[in-house]
């Protein structure tokens, strides 16, 4: 487990179904998995683990191999340029305009990968002279063929369901970055669990990202709203502005402010 992360609730406790769950998310997020890291993580057996993934296969999800499993979409994920999460499209395009509506001509950001990120970078085609960072194929490919956009990637191991490059390299080269802007993704955004994400491998390359910015955007449908993932990333101190849609409910987004996070509405 990565310094700094931690799980987000005692795994044992998990009913089955919530626990297949979040072996979902895990190999939606990673695109395989071994049976003995799940087993470590989930802090059940391996029979157990392999009764899970048993399931997800006979319900379409994966295909088990010697070992563990991978995820069934990654062929066709990899080789369309498409993300897995694509749900809530209307609401990730509007928060994606109103977050593009805040970069302006000349500024360097870090686009997080995730697909409302992807939303945000398909709205800066018309900006000039930009300085991108990101971890992800699909936006570094949306803005290195706007002309005057200068576009940086880190090293790493690539993530087939992200279309992301992470792990040491990643996080050893966002270490010696300085950005205006971090638009980042989560999993989920709680008051009392913070940022969380399905798995344990971008944890520090995110806290990277953190480091390297003056100003931290989260975008996040408001579906993730008191919703917990597997690991933590951090508290939401982290967060300078908290970006949305109008799912959000009043007394949440008061919470939100009262913590000094900018919460801003996508019409």
């Given amino acids: 487990m990565p310094r700094n992360a931690t799980t987000n609730r005692s795994q044992p406790g998990l009913l089955s179904e919530t626990r297949r769950r979040r072996i979902l998310d895990w190999l939606e997020e990673e695109g395989s998995a071994r049976v003995r890291d799940l087993s470590d993580a989930f802090q059940v057996s391996e029979v157990t683990i392999r009764q899970d993934l048993e399931r997800l296969e006979k319900e379409g999800h994966i295909t088990r191999e010697y070992g563990g499993a991978f995820l069934n979409t990654i062929g066709t994920q990899v080789g369309t340029l498409s993300l897995q999460h694509s749900a809530n499209l209307d609401k990730k395009r509007r928060i994606g305009a109103l977050a593009a509506s805040l970069v302006h001509d000349g500024e360097s950001l870090i686009l997080d990968a995730g697909s409302t990120t992807t939303e945000v970078a398909l709205r800066l085609t018309d900006r000039r002279d930009l300085t991108v960072i ?16 200068a576009v940086h990637m880190p090293g790493g191991q690539f993530k087939a369901p992200t279309l992301s490059l992470s792990g040491d390299k990643s996080v050893e080269y966002l270490r010696d970055i300085f950005a205006a802007k971090l638009f980042l993704a989560t999993a989920g955004v709680a008051l009392d669990a913070g940022l969380t994400y399905p798995s344990f491998a971008d944890l520090q390359l995110k806290q990277a990202m953190i480091k390297a910015a003056t100003h931290t955007y989260l975008v996040a449908d408001s579906t993730k709203i008191n919703r917990s993932s597997f690991t933590r990333l951090s508290t939401l101190e982290v967060v300078s502005t908290f970006i949305t849609d109008d799912g959000i409910s009043d007394a949440d987004a008061q919470a939100f402010e009262q913590l000094g996070i900018e919460v801003l509405i996508a019409p």
């Fill in 134 to 149: 990101t971890n992800a194929l699909n936006i570094a490919l949306i803005l290195g063929a706007v002309p005057g956009t």
